[in-house]
């Protein structure tokens, strides 16, 4: 996941455009990857996954692409909404119960 | 859709009570974690539970126990709360062992848990 830190970054984005929040994950070996979004006050929402055999992954506008050569992965969103302003986190699994869960993104979504 | 219930959304306890936090799940799932989230820093894992009785130690398992006896129930347990164990604390489930498409973690809307 993303180097943990006490200032989350920050993404401010207007209405309506197009979002896209990065995540640099750990392990080479991880190879099963999830994207969560977190509303203040709330417990994360999975958003979308995808597999290391995959490089892409589309849900209902959103995207995740995936980079094994560097690492990394990210998430697009499309149509940027008020509602969409969250943290939003990356998280990686190897396999069995270890989940490495990044620090999150926090979005901000000017109307 | 998934449901993971925790039952106490904010408290707020004194240093050296005794605190449980209860997490129940509605889709039969096997595992259960609890992690807590701190500003700044990504979730750590608390402790797990692949199984009725049997948990596991994550990665800060220090100043907590828990408790599964039941397959859809998982409690965290602070035995003597200090300020330190100030945080929001996060309860899931999965129904593998293993994490695939289709079996992802779920989380339950959080405990705000301060220690004064």
């Known amino acids: 996941g993303e180097s943990v830190g006490l200032h989350l970054p920050t993404l401010s984005v207007q209405e309506g455009d197009n979002s896209i929040i990065n995540c640099a994950y750990s392990?080479?070996?991880?190879?099963?990857f999830i994207w969560y979004k977190q509303e203040s006050g709330k417990g994360p929402q999975f958003i979308i996954d995808i597999r290391s055999n995959m490089d892409k992954r589309q849900g209902q506008r959103v995207t995740v692409l995936l980079n094994k050569t560097v690492k990394h992965l990210s998430l697009q969103i499309a149509a940027t909404q008020p509602g969409d302003s969250a943290v939003y986190f990356c998280?990686?699994?190897?396999?069995?119960?270890?989940?490495?869960f990044g620090a999150g993104t926090r979005l901000f979504v000017k109307a | 859709d998934v449901k993971v219930t925790q039952s106490s959304r904010y408290l707020v306890k004194r240093t050296g009570e005794k605190v449980f936090l209860e997490c129940v799940q509605d889709?039969?799932?096997?595992?259960m974690f609890w992690y807590r989230q701190d500003p700044g820093l990504g979730l750590r894992l608390i402790y797990f539970s692949y199984d009725v009785k049997m948990k596991e130690k994550g990665d800060i398992p220090e100043g907590y126990s828990v408790s599964r006896e039941k397959k859809e129930r998982f409690s965290l347990i602070l035995e003597s709360a200090s300020t330190n164990q100030t945080s929001m604390y996060l309860c899931?489930?999965?129904?593998?062992?293993?994490?695939?498409?289709?079996?992802?973690?779920?989380f339950g809307e959080g405990s705000w848990l301060t220690v004064v």
């Open positions: 998280a990686e699994n190897t396999g069995g119960f270890k989940t490495i």
């Open positions: 899931a489930s999965s129904l593998l062992s293993s994490l695939r498409s289709g079996n992802t973690i779920y």
């Open positions: 889709m039969d799932h096997e595992n």
């Open positions: 392990n080479s070996a991880s190879d099963y």
